[in-house]
């Protein structure tokens, strides 16, 4: 799927109060071609002037999996960019997990990937979140 199309699929909304900081999670799977199970994405941010419409994140998760990806990374990876490109966020932590025992002798392939704008930080609001 071209990138354009594939972020054009991202539908933000104007943040309601942009002068604090609160998180958004949104959870959803991504199929997996040739697979049965599919892959639970972790999606956490703290927006800054747009947040996602999660209606939208879920049709995005749709037109993903129709891509076989190389590796579980790779997927991160455009997740992550295509959601930075779109929403820029101030802090963004992706999480990706394969189907349970997807490889031969490995239970549980996991990625997570973070990001943040440069000099923002909430260290009391990011201690208080659950670990993936």
Request: with cysteine; glycine share 6%; net charge negative.
């Amino acid at each position: 799927m071209e990138i354009h199309k594939r972020r054009a699929l991202l539908i933000c909304d104007r943040n309601p109060d942009i002068k604090i900081d609160y998180v958004i999670s949104i959870t959803g799977h991504m199929a997996n071609p040739g697979e049965v199970d599919s892959s639970a994405i972790h999606l956490r941010y703290v927006p800054d002037k747009t947040i996602l419409k999660p209606v939208s994140f879920g049709r995005y998760l749709d037109a993903l999996g129709t891509i076989k990806w190389e590796t579980l990374e790779e997927g991160a990876a455009t997740i992550l960019n295509d959601v930075n490109n779109e929403l820029v966020t101030r802090w963004l932590q992706l999480s990706i997990s394969a189907p349970n025992q997807v490889h031969h002798g490995i239970d549980r392939h996991e990625v997570m990937l973070e990001d943040r704008q440069p000099n923002w930080d909430n260290v009391g609001l990011l201690s208080r979140l659950k670990q993936y």
